[in-house]
C-alpha cells in the first residue's frame, strides 16, 4: 500500500505566497523566474483549466510544446485532479507550487519559477495511488525535456527499497536528472524513496526562521544527513483544483507539508538551472544543481548543515557571483541518452564512458586541481557534490581539499560550531587521511580573515576510493570512473594578475611585453619572437680538375619558413649564376648542385684558382611583427682546372690574376638574385608582398665585365 504524505488541508489567517516563501535575494531575482526550464511532477493530476495553467482567458488549450504551461500530460491513469480521488487538490497545489503563472485570480500564488512549464505524470486514479516504475516515470519526463522533478509521495518504511535502489540507478546512470522527494510529516526519520542517495529530501520550514515540528529528518538509511536543504512548508498559499474540466477556476488555497516543501524546493532550484542555461550555455547536471543548492543555503538553527535542516534556507543572493564546474557539461545531454536508452536494463547494457562532457572523470588515486585568488575580504565557500551507486555498493570517497598558499588546508566537512572549516598545516595530519563522513554534497567555509596571508586557495578534488566496476573506463553503476561538480564563491576565478590581455598565452602576472601584437609568437616572458635567419651548411671544397663539380649543402630554418636559395660561382672577373641550382625551398632539406664545367662554364675563362661558391637566401616570414631576412656566405678560394682533350695544348695554369673587380661582381650577382627570387616568388601568393620588398633596391644587372 502507497502511504500519501498528505498534507493538512489550512485556511489560514495570515497564509504565506508561493512566491514569498524563499528568502530570494534583491533585485537579482528578478531576472530569473524559471524561464527555458520544464519541471516534471508526479501527482494527482493538475486542474489544466485553471488560471494558473490553462493556455488562455477562455481556452484549456492542449498540452504540448506549443501549450503555455503543460508541454505533457500522461493521462494513462487517469487524466485529471478529479473530486472524490485519494488526496483531491494535491497534484494541483503541487503543480501551481512549480509552475503558477495566474492568468486572473490572486497574483500571490503566483510561483518563485512562474516562468517555468511543466510535465504532469497523473498516478493516481480511481484505484488510488499508483506509481509507475521509477524509471519510466524518469525517462518520459526526461525526454520531454526535464531536469527537475517533484515527488510528494512514498511509503511508510525507513528502509531502504528497491525503489531507492532504482532510483540510484537510474541518477547514476544519467546525471541530468535531479528528484526532490517529500521526506514524510511524521516528525521522526525521513521515509522511502527520500532516503535515495541521489535525491533531494526538503525538511519543511515554518516561514524563514524554523523548522516544522512535523517535518521528517534523518538520518537516512546510510547514516547520512538525509536532509539536504529546508523550504516554506507551512501555509503555503498555491492553486486550488475544483475537480471541473471547463470552470476556468481561478481561486487559491494554503496547505501545510513537506509535500510543499518539495515542490518550494524544485522551483527554486529552475531558477539555478535558468542562470546556468542563460550565462554559461548547457543544462547543468544535478550534481551541480546540488552543489548549488548548499552553497545557496542559510542556517536556520545553529550551524548547518546538520540532519534537521541540510543546509537551510535557499538564497538566491548568495549564489549571484559564483564559480562553477561540472565534470558533465556537453551541447546535448538528450542525445548522449537517447542513444543509450530509457529504461535502468538498457542503461546498464549501453555504458558511456564520458565522451562528449568536459570531464574530468576521476578513478581511484586521480586528482583535479584549480588555483585561485581570494576576493578581497570575502569568505570562501567551496561546495561539492557526485552521485552515487545504490545498496550494496559502498559510496565512492571523493575528498574536497582546499589548500593556501602559505601551507594549510582545509577539509570537507569539517565545520565547527562556529560554521567555518579549520586550517590545518600538514605536520598535523595528511589531507587525504581524514575518514570520509560518506556524505555526497560537503561544503568547506574559510573566513576571510583566515586568508589575509594567502596569495592564492588552491581546490583540490581527490579520487580518495572509487568502486572498481566491471566495466573499466566508464561513467555510471559498472564503471570505475566518476564526475562531479563544484560550486565556489569568494574566489576571483579569473584575477588580473592571472588574465591574459594581449592574448599571447602568457599571463599579466609574467609578461613583460604586455602589447603583443595578436597571433605573434611568443617566448616564456611574452616577447615576440622575431624570424630568425636560415642556417645554411655547406659541404667542403676542394679542388677539382675533373668534368663535374659537386657543391654539396643544406638548409634549416626553426620557424620552417619556405626559402628561395641562389648559387653562383665568382672570382676576381666576373660573376656566373647557376641557373639550374636556383632553388625555391618549401621544407628542411639536403640539396646538391652539379656543375658540368665542359657545359656550364664553356663561356668562360674556367681554369683559375680563385673561384668562390656564394649563397644569396631568403626567407618566407613577414608579419606585422617581423620581416624577412636576407642571407648571403661565400666560400674561401678553390680551383676549378680542366683541360679540354681535344687541345693539343694544354693550357698553364696562371700563378696569380688578380683583376679587382669583386664589388661589381657582387652588384651583378645580387641583381641577377633579385631577377631569379622575383620569378620563382611570383609564383607563390605567399611571396608577392615579400618580392616587392627584398628587391625594390636593388640595382638592375649590367653586362658581364672581362
Known sequence: MVVILLAAIITPASASLASDNMIIGSEYSENLNGTGVIISVADTGIDLDHSCFRDSINQTGTPGVNHRKVVLINDTIDNWDNSGQQQFRHGTHIAGILGCDPLEGEGGMASLSSGARLVVQDIVGDSGWTPPAVDKLLSEAGAAGAVIHSWSWGDNTVDYTNRSANIDTWTMENPWSLIFIAPGNNGGRLLEPANARNVVAVAASDGNSSLWPSSSHGPDADGRRGILISAPGVDVVSAKGDGIVDSFNNESLAMTGTSMATPMAASFTALLQQKIQ??????????????????????????????????????????????????????????????????????????????????????????????????????????????????????????????????????????????????????????????????????????????????????????????????????????????????????????????????????????????????????????????????????????????????????????????????????SNYSIVLDNCTIYVIENNSNQCVVKIPDDLILYQFNRHDWRVEFLWVDNNESAWTNYTLSNYQSDNFTLWWDNPALENKSIPPQNNTITKSSDNRALFWGIFGIVAGVLFMTSITFRALERKVFQDVPDPFLEQE
Open 278 to 571: 542563460d550565462e554559461y550555455g548547457f543544462v547543468p547536471s544535478a550534481a551541480l544543481l546540488r552543489a548549488m543548492l548548499a552553497l545557496s543555503a542559510d542556517p536556520l538553527t545553529g550551524a548547518s548543515p546538520d540532519q534537521l535542516q541540510g543546509y537551510g534556507l535557499p538564497n538566491i543572493s548568495n549564489v549571484e557571483d559564483i564559480w562553477i564546474h561540472d565534470s558533465f557539461q556537453t551541447e546535448n545531454h538528450t542525445s548522449i541518452i537517447d542513444a543509450r536508452g530509457d529504461s535502468n536494463f538498457e542503461l546498464l547494457e549501453n555504458p558511456w564512458n564520458g565522451s562528449g562532457s568536459e570531464g574530468p572523470f576521476l578513478e581511484q588515486g586521480d586528482s583535479y586541481k584549480i588555483k585561485f585568488k581570494q576576493i578581497n575580504g570575502s569568505d570562501v565557500t567551496i561546495t561539492m557534490s557526485y552521485n552515487s551507486r545504490p545498496q550494496p555498493y559502498e559510496i565512492d570517497d571523493l575528498r574536497l581539499i582546499a589548500h593556501t598558499s602559505d601551507g594549510k588546508y582545509a577539509i570537507d566537512d569539517d565545520l565547527t560550531s562556529s560554521g567555518f572549516s579549520p586550517l590545518y598545516y600538514p605536520s598535523f595530519m595528511d589531507s587525504k587521511d581524514k575518514n570520509s563522513s560518506n556524505e555526497t554534497t560537503v561544503m568547506i567555509r574559510i573566513p576571510a580573515s583566515q586568508l589575509n596571508d594567502s596569495e592564492w586557495v588552491e581546490i583540490e578534488v581527490f579520487a580518495k576510493r572509487i568502486h572498481n566496476g566491471s566495466v573499466p573506463g566508464t561513467v555510471g553503476v559498472n564503471g570505475n570512473r566518476l564526475g562531479f561538480s563544484l560550486s565556489a564563491t569568494g574566489l576571483d576565478s579569473n584575477p588580473w594578475v592571472w588574465q591574459d590581455e594581449d592574448s599571447d598565452g602568457v599571463s599579466n602576472e609574467i609578461d613583460e611585453c604586455d602589447n603583443t601584437y595578436f597571433g605573434a609568437p611568443v617566448n616564456d616572458s611574452g616577447c615576440v619572437i622575431h624570424n630568425t635567419a636560415p642556417i645554411l651548411f655547406v659541404g667542403d671544397l676542394k679542388e677539382n680538375y675533373s668534368d663535374y663539380f659537386s657543391i654539396n649543402w643544406s638548409i634549416f630554418d626553426f620557424e620552417n619558413d619556405s626559402v628561395v636559395v641562389m648559387i653562383g660561382l665568382n672570382n
